[in-house]
């Protein structure tokens, strides 16, 4: 655990190696595994029809009831585990204390860490990153090779241009038929955005959507360095400063933004977890993770 | 007159305003928060910079050099100079090379005649140490000549070459006329031909029928002006009749042939002057001092030649560089 803070994230550039790191100090099953074995978890009895193998006879109920019923197990409902990575120039934004952390950088290593977890626990994993108004899709599936495919896949993405728009992200939503838990990770600065709009959407098909907002320190403390003047990465025009006496200012708009931000997800039912990317990546993933108490 | 194109040089500003960049610069890091903030005025930075240097300096060498091809400039390449005139002695030259001690400068060959306003032509060749001296039989100028820079002027008188003149008289009393040549003397040697040779100087038309009509040369004496519609205009001077015609210059007097020593030494001596010209003179040997107010001759365009190549070059060249700068 001591190992795995910010500071290892950005020396070392092998996904892999941190994912180690971090996860040694979590342990196993912070996430409720949902695969099951055939028959393992009960669902309902139903009528035997020829056809049936014998052994799936529950023969006490036969004795009982002198009718042949069969154990219905719930063998197809495997869930899937979708990465969502908002790879947009703004999650570019540097850490200003610690050298050389990026909020993607931060991102790519927790959605890492969840889809390492996913894979020790069977699930099925897919990833979709969106970046330069385009969705980038990797099905999902299971195993170590494809974790490491999604690995190269988050280690390849760099953060630029914008998210892509509503029509294009809600074609991308296909992997949404069958029951999912959904982890995104943004900076959640657009708000309603396409994202906001296809997150919603998942949650209201019934998917569990996880959402993780990543800040820096220096955005929650509103202490940026007033000597040089600042572009938003996302929207060219326009040039801003950032002062002593504007910190006020900035510190009232952004908790109004995020105030908001949090009711939506609140009102959507979406575990919205806020974390400053300087915190430790353990920390933050388990309480990423934890079951959200009701 | 062509200098005056220098002060066109400011020209050259022109291009460096245009490649100067004032690039506004507002050195602005990213903040993806940024949003949250006030917008305010850009601060901006004016920064000299330049763009395509490589344009500009074509463009400046273009433009100097359009300037300098319209200024016509004289390089001054030529160093210490010993110009000797053709048939001087060269022992005598050698030992006055040595006096003046350049005896390692450059010889320049040229006819006597033409050294003098050889040298005030290309005077501007000249670099500004340099030392010139200009030996032989150098001929006495009409006017006394006016150099921008010192000239040393050694002057040794050659003998004069031996000049054939001749004549051919169509005349019944030539014996009259032989008469008159035979108080030529000096250098010029009159030569009576019996028949028309191809180089006639003179031809004595005696005789009172005209002329057959192949007969030419430069100059006529005529005694029976009947014979030559042309005299019947002629103007005279000092009773000498004079006119042009397709065979030669015609000359009549009344009192021809002369009968006395006296007419036949004038006679001799207009001939000389007025249409020989006079004998060459050798020049004393002098120093002509540089004068500041000598006119320099105007530049003979000798670098016009290479500048208007380098001028086309340089223009191919910014063309070029100015398309692929579009692409």
């Given at each position: 655990?001591?190992l795995?803070?910010?500071?290892?994230i950005a020396?070392?550039t092998k996904?892999?190696?941190?994912?180690?790191?971090v996860?040694?100090?979590?342990?196993?099953?912070?996430?409720?595994?949902?695969?099951?074995?055939?028959?393992?978890?009960?669902s309902?009895?139903?009528?035997?029809?020829p056809?049936?193998?014998?052994?799936?006879v529950?023969w006490?109920?036969?004795?009982?009831?002198?009718?042949?019923?069969?154990?219905?197990?719930e063998?197809?409902?495997h869930?899937?585990?979708w990465l969502?990575?908002d790879?947009?120039a703004?999650?570019?934004?540097?850490?200003?204390?610690?050298?050389?952390?990026d909020?993607?950088?931060?991102?790519?290593?927790?959605?890492?860490?969840?889809?390492?977890i996913?894979q020790?626990?069977g699930?099925a994993?897919?990833?979709?990153i969106?970046?330069?108004?385009?969705?980038t899709f990797?099905?999902?599936?299971?195993?170590p090779?494809?974790?490491?495919?999604?690995l190269?896949?988050?280690?390849?993405t760099?953060?630029?241009?914008?998210?892509?728009?509503?029509?294009?992200?809600?074609a991308?939503?296909?992997?949404?038929?069958?029951?999912?838990?959904i982890?995104?990770?943004?900076?959640?600065l657009?708000?309603?955005?396409p994202?906001?709009?296809?997150?919603?959407?998942?949650r209201?098909m019934?998917?569990?959507?996880?959402?993780?907002?990543?800040q820096?320190?220096?955005?929650?403390?509103?202490s940026?360095?007033d000597?040089?003047?600042?572009?938003?990465?996302?929207?060219?025009e326009?040039?801003?400063?950032?002062?002593?006496?504007?910190?006020e200012?900035?510190?009232?708009?952004r908790?109004?933004?995020?105030?908001?931000?949090?009711?939506?997800?609140?009102?959507?039912?979406?575990?919205?977890?806020?974390?400053?990317?300087?915190?430790?990546?353990g920390?933050?993933?388990?309480?990423?993770?934890r079951?959200?108490?009701? | 007159m062509?200098?005056?194109?220098?002060?066109a040089?400011?020209?050259?500003?022109?291009?460096?305003?245009?490649?100067?960049?004032?690039r506004?610069?507002n050195?602005?890091?990213?903040?993806a928060t940024?949003?949250?903030?006030?917008r305010?005025?850009?601060r901006q930075?004016r920064?000299?910079?330049?763009?395509?240097?490589?344009?500009?300096?074509?463009?400046?060498?273009?433009?100097?050099?359009?300037?300098?091809?319209?200024?016509?400039?004289?390089?001054?390449?030529?160093?210490d100079?010993?110009?000797?005139?053709?048939?001087?002695?060269?022992a005598?030259?050698?030992?006055?090379?040595?006096?003046a001690?350049?005896?390692?400068?450059e010889?320049?060959?040229?006819?006597?005649?033409?050294?003098l306003?050889?040298?005030h032509?290309?005077?501007?060749?000249?670099?500004g140490?340099?030392?010139?001296?200009?030996?032989g039989d150098?001929?006495?100028?009409?006017?006394?000549?006016?150099?921008?820079?010192?000239?040393?002027?050694?002057?040794?008188?050659?003998?004069?070459?031996?000049?054939e003149r001749?004549?051919?008289?169509?005349?019944?009393r030539?014996?009259?006329?032989?008469?008159?040549?035979?108080?030529?003397?000096?250098?010029?040697k009159?030569?009576?031909?019996?028949?028309?040779?191809?180089?006639?100087?003179?031809?004595?038309?005696?005789?009172?029928e005209?002329?057959?009509?192949?007969?030419?040369?430069?100059l006529?004496?005529?005694t029976?002006?009947a014979?030559?519609?042309?005299?019947?205009t002629?103007r005279?001077?000092?009773g000498l009749?004079y006119?042009?015609?397709?065979?030669g210059r015609?000359?009549?007097?009344?009192a021809?042939?002369p009968?006395t020593?006296?007419?036949?030494?004038?006679l001799?001596?207009?001939?000389?002057?007025?249409?020989?010209?006079?004998?060459?003179?050798?020049?004393?040997s002098?120093?002509?001092?540089?004068?500041k107010?000598?006119?320099?001759?105007?530049p003979?365009?000798?670098?016009?030649?290479?500048?208007?190549?380098?001028?086309?070059?340089?223009?191919?060249?910014?063309?070029?560089?100015?398309h692929?700068?579009?692409?």
């Amino acid at each position: 655990m001591s190992l795995a803070n910010t500071t290892l994230i950005a020396h070392t550039t092998k996904l892999d190696l941190v994912i180690r790191h971090v996860l040694a100090g979590l342990g196993h099953g912070i996430h409720a595994g949902r695969e099951r074995g055939a028959g393992v978890e009960f669902s309902e009895y139903r009528s035997y029809v020829p056809g049936d193998e014998w052994r799936r006879v529950d023969w006490k109920l036969a004795a009982r009831a002198d009718r042949y019923f069969v154990r219905e197990a719930e063998r197809d409902s495997h869930v899937a585990v979708w990465l969502i990575l908002d790879a947009s120039a703004s999650m570019a934004e540097p850490s200003r204390s610690v050298e050389g952390v990026d909020k993607l950088t931060y991102a790519r290593t927790l959605l890492a860490c969840v889809a390492a977890i996913a894979q020790r626990q069977g699930d099925a994993f897919g990833l979709v990153i969106l970046s330069d108004g385009k969705v980038t899709f990797t099905p999902a599936n299971r195993g170590p090779r494809h974790l490491q495919r999604v690995l190269a896949q988050l280690q390849r993405t760099t953060p630029a241009g914008q998210l892509p728009d509503t029509a294009t992200l809600k074609a991308s939503l296909h992997f949404a038929l069958s029951p999912s838990a959904i982890y995104a990770t943004s900076d959640l600065l657009d708000w309603p955005s396409p994202l906001s709009l296809a997150l919603t959407r998942l949650r209201q098909m019934r998917h569990d959507v996880r959402v993780l907002c990543l800040q820096t320190q220096a955005e929650i403390d509103a202490s940026f360095p007033d000597t040089q003047a600042y572009r938003d990465p996302e929207h060219e025009e326009g040039v801003f400063r950032f002062g002593a006496d504007l910190k006020e200012g900035y510190r009232r708009n952004r908790m109004e933004h995020f105030n908001q931000v949090t009711a939506q997800c609140r009102k959507n039912d979406m575990p919205l977890t806020l974390a400053a990317i300087e915190q430790a990546p353990g920390d933050v993933l388990r309480r990423w993770l934890r079951r959200p108490s009701r | 007159m062509n200098a005056l194109w220098w002060f066109a040089l400011p020209i050259l500003l022109l291009p460096i305003w245009w490649h100067r960049r004032k690039r506004v610069q507002n050195q602005a890091a990213l903040m993806a928060t940024a949003r949250f903030l006030p917008r305010t005025e850009p601060r901006q930075t004016r920064v000299w910079r330049w763009s395509d240097p490589l344009l500009l300096l074509v463009r400046l060498l273009l433009l100097a050099c359009l300037i300098a091809w319209l200024a016509d400039p004289v390089y001054p390449w030529r160093g210490d100079t010993v110009v000797v005139a053709n048939g001087a002695d060269s022992a005598w030259v050698e030992r006055e090379v040595t006096q003046a001690g350049l005896a390692g400068a450059e010889r320049v060959a040229l006819p006597a005649a033409q050294v003098l306003s050889w040298v005030h032509t290309h005077e501007r060749e000249w670099s500004g140490d340099a030392r010139l001296l200009v030996l032989g039989d150098v001929p006495m100028p009409a006017a006394k000549p006016v150099f921008g820079r010192e000239v040393t002027v050694r002057t040794q008188p050659t003998a004069p070459s031996k000049v054939e003149r001749h004549v051919y008289i169509a005349s019944e009393r030539p014996q009259a006329w032989r008469r008159l040549f035979a108080a030529q003397d000096g250098v010029e040697k009159i030569v009576v031909d019996d028949t028309p040779g191809a180089t006639l100087d003179l031809i004595i038309w005696d005789r009172a029928e005209a002329p057959p009509a192949t007969l030419r040369a430069s100059l006529w004496w005529v005694t029976n002006p009947a014979a030559f519609p042309e005299l019947a205009t002629a103007r005279a001077l000092d009773g000498l009749q004079y006119a042009d015609s397709a065979r030669g210059r015609l000359w009549h007097h009344p009192a021809w042939p002369p009968q006395t020593v006296d007419a036949a030494r004038t006679l001799l001596d207009t001939w000389q002057h007025l249409h020989i010209g006079p004998r060459p003179y050798t020049m004393a040997s002098q120093v002509f001092p540089a004068f500041k107010g000598a006119n320099a001759p105007e530049p003979s365009g000798a670098l016009r030649d290479i500048l208007l190549a380098i001028l086309v070059g340089l223009f191919v060249l910014e063309r070029s560089l100015t398309h692929a700068r579009r692409r």
